[in-house]
């Protein structure tokens, strides 16, 4: 039997961010192996115009949730969504709710944060920071609580070249912002927020790293860990491979560079793609809380969860294996065909940023005006070079993760925890998992039907056809103008052309002597 799958058991686990990616991933582990955990307890918000409870029916009724149906039928018993908001004082939870948080809760995992990278500061500071210290406040006056965890980033210190397992500090303390934020206005925010920031990228990666200052500061009695996994990919085994939910990190470069969108990307291919699945991340997490709750470490500890130093990949191995999948996986109403290469060099970016992204897209946007149709292809491609120079900082560097206390906690797991809460990245198949990654992002996030794969085919046949017709065309059109200027082109052309009828009569008359 599993110990850590029996420690869940009778347990109240309080999750915030559980409508995430990562927190779904966690909720769904939890009730398939310990289906007779007591209760969890998530903060939820309305959304889109769902209700908090309709958005928890749509979670447990998707195809995620559909074996922890079969292991635990009264999963909709199990799960309390508490309405909450984590930007509002007291996360607008109401007294009774709060009550039973407090009095009840043994566990609380904290995945809730903002991950955009562009968000502004003040935003940023508040749920990645503010709310982290209020949660933490909540947790000190949880008399039954066992462990926290919270959920980091592996890139929270991407400034540093080399990370242990430790919290850095920030030159300005997290409180120091905290109290900022209140009265400045958001033009001096904006003025200052490149100071604060200093050499990391961007918001979310300056605000993580002050949300785990906080963490260390106010965590006066408590058993807290911290978990900082890399780029999070699909799930790599369960509850089954490729499950993947939103565009963060690779997904939506995948979808871009399958539907022939994305061609070239200013990218190092022999830098380390730090990726980790999302299943691997969850199944650390809960040896960490078990680990956290039941041996009590003296101090903090922190979990890197990356694949880089135990089991590397690289970009180049990366980007070729998502390539040679749209082979046999199609996408469907592919824009142009997949191609695509790495540049290291800026000009060449630009270059083919023009070439390659800009110009096919204002073609397709003229013929769109011609055919009637209102043009959208220039704005889509702005919107996604702009993504893409986002991510940029994070494929042109590699880093290195210290990784001790993550291979201490699998040394201390049983070989029955080990199978069931696998978190050796040793054991992954990288070509396998990137083949069922592409496969994910077609089924679960383009919801693409695997019987267009033919026809999906034929217009990839299609677009290679239209391909050569259109340079032949443009091949054409410039050696014809090139003629009309220059002699010398002229000259050239008269050889080629009698050169190609004096060896055509050639062949001709070889046949006719044959017959
Ligand atoms: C020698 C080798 C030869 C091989 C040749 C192969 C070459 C291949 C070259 C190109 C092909 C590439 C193939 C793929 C190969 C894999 C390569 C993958 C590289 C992946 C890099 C990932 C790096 C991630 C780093 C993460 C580090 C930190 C990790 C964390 O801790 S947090 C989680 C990460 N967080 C995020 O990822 C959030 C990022 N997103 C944002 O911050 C925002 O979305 C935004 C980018 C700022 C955009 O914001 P907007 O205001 O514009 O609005 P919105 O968010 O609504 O989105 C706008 C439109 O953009 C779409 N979109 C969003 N995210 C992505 C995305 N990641 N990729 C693509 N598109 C995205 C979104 O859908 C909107 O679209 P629209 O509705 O149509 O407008
Ligand atoms: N994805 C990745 O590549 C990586 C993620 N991480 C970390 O993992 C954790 C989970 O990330 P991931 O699941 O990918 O992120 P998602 O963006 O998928 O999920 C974020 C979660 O936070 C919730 N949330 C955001 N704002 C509020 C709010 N004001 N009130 C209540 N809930 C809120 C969201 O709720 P709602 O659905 O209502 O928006 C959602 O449930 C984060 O801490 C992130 O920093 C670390 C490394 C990499």
């Not at 050239?492 to 055509?504: E, G, M, N, R, T």
């Amino acid at each position: 039997m599993s110990m850590i799958a029996a420690f869940y058991s009778g347990k109240s686990i309080l999750i915030t961010g559980a409508t995430g990616f990562m927190g779904k991933v966690l909720m769904e582990k939890l009730f398939r192996t310990s289906p007779d955990l007591k209760v969890i307890y998530i903060l939820v918000r309305p959304k889109a115009g769902q209700t908090t409870q309709q958005r928890v029916f749509q979670i447990l009724n998707s195809k995620l949730f559909e074996k922890v149906k079969e292991v635990c039928p009264n999963v909709h018993e199990k799960i309390r969504a508490i309405y909450a908001d984590l930007n509002q004082n007291d996360f607008a939870i109401s007294k009774e709710d709060m009550q039973e948080l407090l009095s009840c809760t043994n566990i609380v995992f904290h995945c809730a944060a903002t991950v955009r990278f562009d968000d502004h500061l003040r935003h940023a500071v508040q749920l990645n920071v503010t709310a982290t210290q209020q949660l933490l406040l909540m947790a000190s006056q949880m008399p039954k609580l066992e462990a926290f965890i919270h959920i980091s980033t592996a890139f929270s210190n991407c400034n540093l070249k080399h990370i242990d397992e430790v919290i850095y500090p920030c030159p300005v303390e997290p409180k120091k912002i905290i109290d900022s934020m209140e009265w400045l206005d958001d033009a001096i925010i904006d003025e200052i927020t490149p100071k604060l920031i200093g050499d990391r990228p961007n918001t979310y990666t300056y605000t993580k790293a002050l949300g785990e200052m906080v963490v260390q500061q106010e965590s006066g009695n408590l058993n807290i860990a911290i978990i900082r996994p890399s780029i999070v990919g699909a799930t790599w085994q369960e509850p089954f491979p490729g499950w993947v939910d939103n565009l963060n990190g690779p997904s939506g470069l995948i979808i871009a560079a399958g539907k022939g969108f994305l061609r070239a990307i200013r990218a190092t291919p022999m830098a380390v793609a730090d990726l980790i699945p999302v299943d691997t991340v969850v199944n650390l997490t809960l040896a960490v809380g078990w680990y956290t709750a039941v041996h009590r470490p003296k101090s903090t500890l922190i979990y890197h969860c990356t694949s880089g130093n135990l089991n590397p990949c690289n970009w180049g191995k990366m980007g070729f294996q998502v390539l040679a999948t749209f082979e046999k996986i199609p996408f469907e109403r592919a824009f142009r065909r997949p191609y695509a290469d790495f540049t290291t060099n800026t000009i060449t970016t630009q270059y083919w940023n023009a070439v390659s992204h800009r110009a096919p897209a204002i073609i397709y946007d003229f013929y769109l005006r011609l055919t009637g149709r209102k043009p959208r292809m220039t704005k889509v491609m702005n919107r996604l070079l702009r993504t893409v120079s986002m991510l940029e900082y994070f494929v042109n560097r590699s880093w290195e993760w210290s990784t001790y206390n993550t291979e201490m906690l699998m040394s201390e797991l049983s070989p029955e925890d080990q199978r069931v809460f696998n978190f050796d990245v040793r054991q992954l198949n990288w070509l396998e998992y990137i083949e069922n990654y592409v496969l994910g992002v077609k089924k679960y996030l383009l919801k693409e039907d695997m019987a267009g794969i033919p026809e999906a085919k034929q217009h990839l046949k299609r677009l290679r056809n239209i391909h050569y017709l259109f340079n032949t065309a443009l091949f054409l059109i410039a050696w014809r103008l090139l003629i009309a200027r220059s002699q010398m082109a002229r000259n050239v052309w008269f050889f080629i052309v009698s050169f190609c009828y004096k060896f055509l009569s050639y062949f001709r008359a070889s046949s006719t002597l044959k017959v």
